[in-house]
């Protein structure tokens, strides 16, 4: 599927070339951190939504739901959540690009790119999935060719047909950092973006998911500093969660509340305040929007013991 199909679908939806691009922050959001996390109201009103938003204090937001075709709600979106200075950070896409079903890996890969042409119709900062598994069990899972020559070049070749379809204006193709595949290091991740060499490739971090050993885990700072130092520049977006390590009798680090942890958020804002535009931090895989709420306000108040605004 290509980007001239993709707007057929939408009746060639317009690039909305005079809007400030994806990269640019909002008088809402300069030199000050943007963070959002899902929201629970039951509405498909764009407008609604991005209230939402702000009425919890968030100034950063999870594409709402939409189809390429949906051209007006597609323009309605962007429209609404600019008006409440609230920037979409991201588009998930959430398929196994490596799926060993050609059948399926058609399917995925074709998913995946109406989603990064919705990010760029939007102006959301990134699209977001991972490179994706050999793992025939779980599309997530581990398995050995992850992180082979075969998965990396994979890999590389899925990202340059994504961008090579949508050849996004606005919006930047990611992929998630994981610990069992591509891209698992900040130095891996480098790798990647000068392999693909395509100006629309960039970075999603997402520091839990690098921690994959007990020296990453107590020394998530390091790891932290390393990857902003690295990839500073390219990074679009990022997840925040926390990670606990359940004593077993091997390794296991478990998701939690931020602040429930040991990742060192002193280290990830100052990370994120270093960045020349500012990029959002997102909340995720939290149950209830009061489990949201403490990990909004425990990242607001280390924010606020180290005087950084809040967009």
């Given at each position: ?59 950063a937001?999870?594409?709402?739901a939409?189809?390429i ?38 399917e995925n ?5 109406e989603?990064?042409a ?9 699209c ?89 885990f ?43 942890g ?21 909340l ?5 929007a ?14 606020g ?7």
């Amino acid at each position: 599927m290509n980007r001239r199909n993709l707007l057929k679908l939408g009746s060639s939806l317009p690039i909305a070339s005079t809007l400030a691009p994806a990269s640019a922050p909002t008088s809402a959001s300069v030199g000050a951190l943007l963070i959002g996390a899902p929201i629970f109201l039951k509405s498909d009103d764009p407008a609604a939504l991005a209230r939402e938003h702000r009425r919890v204090g968030y100034s950063a937001a999870y594409c709402p739901a939409v189809r390429i075709g949906e051209k007006e709600k597609l323009r309605a979106i962007e429209a609404a959540f600019a008006k409440e200075n609230v920037v979409i950070a991201e588009v998930g896409a959430w398929k196994n690009l490596l799926d060993v079903d050609p059948v399926k890996r058609k399917e995925n890969f074709d998913y995946v790119v109406e989603r990064m042409a919705i990010a760029d119709e939007v102006g959301a900062r990134c699209c977001v999935d991972i490179a994706g598994s050999y793992n025939e069990k779980s599309w997530f899972g581990p398995h050995p060719k992850n992180l082979s020559k075969e998965g990396f070049d994979a890999t590389v070749e899925n990202c340059r047909r994504i961008l090579d379809a949508v050849k996004p204006k606005r919006s930047f193709f990611t992929l998630e950092v994981m610990g069992w595949t591509y891209p698992d290091t900040p130095d891996n991740y480098l790798r990647l973006v000068k392999a693909i060499d395509r100006k629309g490739f960039a970075v999603h971090l997402d520091v839990c998911n690098a921690i994959n050993s007990p020296e990453k885990f107590y020394q998530s700072g390091a790891l932290i500093d390393e990857c902003f130092r690295k990839l500073g520049p390219y990074i679009k977006s990022c997840h925040a969660k926390d990670l606990e390590w359940v004593v077993e009798l091997n390794v296991h680090f478990l998701e939690v509340i931020p602040g429930k942890g040991e990742v060192d958020y002193r280290a990830y804002l100052r990370g994120l305040r270093g960045l020349k535009t500012p990029v959002p931090l997102m909340l995720e895989h939290l149950k209830t929007a009061e489990e949201y709420k403490q990990g909004f306000d425990y990242i607001s108040k280390i924010a606020g013991e180290m005087k950084y605004p809040l967009a």
